[in-house]
């Protein structure tokens, strides 16, 4: 990883291994259909206002903040992206859930819960939600029947560790279904919910119990 010279206009682009691989094969197989911003190396903390060269200078020090050269390890970079909301939007949409504030406790094996997010202040109804299970040693996670979307939503937005990234379990839809499975020690993780249009983001603190 290294820094830009940020005193030029540049364009650094690199393939992931997938790129690459879609670029081999010719023909129509590598299409960029989407793209997102990101805001990783941005410390808003540095804007200004009582900066001696008056308002447009409020944000010179941010404005020449490096920017980090483009690396293919998604969990390592975009992790805050921008997100684009209708004109006139005057609040930031939040991911509700029918699940108390305290998580869910899982006591035996089998023990299931349903997932169905809802968005206030907004709107995933066509995207639908992305949802991260870290530790797939405590739960199987999987989209309920009539919950799936037919576009894809973001790659995972989140940084997850490397160790959670081998547990982890990512799913795509609009409602799932959480199933404890069977442990012979207590094991706490949690689930990150991700609305795929609007950005918002939260997170629900899992335990499963020992019931082997």
């Known amino acids: 990883m290294g820094y830009l010279d940020n005193t030029s206009t540049t364009v650094d682009a690199i393939l992931t291994k997938k790129g690459r691989e879609l670029l081999a094969r010719g023909g129509d197989e590598f299409k960029i259909t989407k793209f997102a911003l990101g805001d990783d190396e941005i410390d808003y903390g540095l804007y200004d206002v009582t900066h001696p060269n008056g308002t447009n200078s409020y944000g010179s020090a941010i404005e020449n903040l ?3 050269e483009a690396f293919p390890d998604e969990n390592q970079i975009m992790r805050y992206k921008l997100v684009t909301l209708p004109k006139g939007t005057s609040k930031m949409p939040i991911l509700e859930l029918p699940i ?3 998580g869910l406790t899982f006591t035996s094996a089998g ?3 349903a997932i169905s997010p809802d968005t206030k202040n907004g709107s995933d109804a066509q995207l639908g939600y992305t949802v991260i299970l870290h ?3 405590a739960a199987d996670l ?6 799936e979307v037919v576009t894809g939503g973001a790659t995972t937005p989140v940084f997850l560790s ?3 990234r081998k547990k982890s379990i990512s799913v795509i839809g609009k409602t799932f279904s ?3 499975r069977s442990t012979t020690a207590k094991i706490v993780t949690q ?3 991700i609305g795929n249009e609007t950005g918002a983001v939260t997170t629900v603190p899992i335990t499963v119990n020992s019931n082997a």
């Open 66 to 68: 490096p920017m980090l």
């Open 162 to 164: 490397d160790a959670e």
């Open 191 to 193: 689930i990150t919910i």
């Open 135 to 137: 530790n797939s040693d």
């Open 142 to 147: 999987t989209v309920a029947a009539g919950g």
């Open 111 to 113: 023990q299931k819960s």
């Open 178 to 180: 959480l199933i404890a």
């Open 100 to 102: 108390p504030s305290t």
